[in-house]
T-cell receptor
């Protein structure tokens, strides 16, 4: 299984809502990532988990809260988002933790719209 | 990403021609350079990558060259086909724990 899955595919939420994005991989990868991608822009790294521990937080606002319950799952909890947070949120995983020197496998993304 | 510059931003070629996309990076410690293809509404997919211990890598119609001294690497696509049309991103590690992407190149292959 060489796939990263993400749910939901689409999400529309109001600024007062609380929602979560989910990501799963069964490739035995020990590094998992959250990226944000705005239209016509490259992916921007948000968080990196290595061996289920948060190793990178790219100064992301606290309204985004990541969680890695186990080595296969990665969540992104959303609360009090702003319309400018609307974007494609991509999850990725790779073999090597705490290092970006191996192929990252991307999930299909969750397209988030904040109204 | 500010540490990876990518050119051109758009590229239009005739089917069968070659396409070249170039990237420069700033972190001299970077040692892994992937190229991703992203079709509209789809996820980025790795098409080729190169490590710093080699200068060139080829996979059928796709090749990547690396010049560590000059800190630049290039994607070469030969015999382009309409299905090669997509946005291509280069990427490079930064500070050994961050992956920075180039701004992307929109390639259009005209039949």
């Amino acid at each position: 299984d060489t796939e990263v899955t993400q749910t939901p595919k689409h999400l529309v939420m109001g600024m007062t809502n609380k929602k979560s994005l989910k990501c799963e991989q069964h490739m035995g990868h020990r590094a998992m990532y959250w990226y944000k991608q705005k239209a016509k822009k490259p992916p921007e790294l948000m968080f990196v988990y290595s061996y289920e521990k948060l190793s990178i937080n790219e100064s992301v606002p606290s309204r985004f809260s990541p969680e890695c319950p186990n080595s296969s799952l990665l969540n992104l909890h959303l609360h009090a988002l702003q319309p400018e947070d609307s974007a494609l949120y991509l999850c990725a995983s790779s073999q090597v933790p705490a290092g970006i020197t191996y192929e990252q496998y991307f999930g299909p993304g969750t397209r988030l719209t904040v109204t | 990403g500010e540490n990876v510059e990518q050119h051109p931003s758009t590229l239009s070629v005739q089917e069968g021609d070659s396409a070249v996309i170039k990237c420069t990076y700033s972190d001299s410690a970077s040692n892994y350079f992937p190229w991703y293809k992203q079709e509209l509404g789809k996820r980025p997919q790795l098409i080729i990558d190169i490590r710093s211990n080699v200068g060139e890598k080829k996979d059928q119609r796709i090749a990547v060259t690396l010049n560590k001294t000059a800190k630049h690497f290039s994607l070469h696509i030969t015999e382009t086909q309409p299905e090669d049309s997509a946005v291509y991103f280069c990427a490079a590690p930064y500070n050994n724990n961050d992956m920075r992407f180039g701004a992307g190149t929109r390639l259009t292959v005209k039949p």
